[in-house]
């Protein structure tokens, strides 16, 4: 199991969460937050620094936002597992159920 980044993190990158996270596993795309699958320990504390409530831990994500898991885990299918990261920086891609969104309101 894992925590999910969903889509009210799209537009907004607040990055409070990557500050929280103590194994850096939380990656930049272009447009949202990801967290890595198999870096994620399950500690949690990334989901109460999140001002917009984007991250959820994997069984309590709400169902209009179910398809992030897959966007989540599929983002690293080509990247693989870095270990970490402040290794990669900012990734210039999103997953396509990110990239196909409009714009979001801020």
């Avoid at 009210?8 to 890595?36: F, N, Q, S, T």
Wanted: with cysteine; hydrophobic share 35%; net charge negative.
């Amino acid at each position: 199991m894992t925590y999910v980044i969903a889509q009210p993190c799209v537009d907004v990158l607040d990055k409070a969460c990557i500050d929280e996270c103590p194994v850096d596993c939380i990656y930049e795309g272009d447009r949202m937050l990801y967290i890595h699958p198999d870096e994620c320990v399950d500690c949690g504390a990334c989901e109460p620094v999140c001002p917009v409530e984007a991250i959820y831990y994997e069984d309590d994500l709400p169902e209009q936002w179910s398809e992030f898991y897959k966007a989540n885990v599929d983002f690293f299918d080509d990247l693989g597992s870095p270990g970490g990261a402040s290794k990669v920086g900012k990734i210039d891609r999103d997953h396509p159920i990110v990239a196909k969104l409009p714009p979001q309101a801020e």
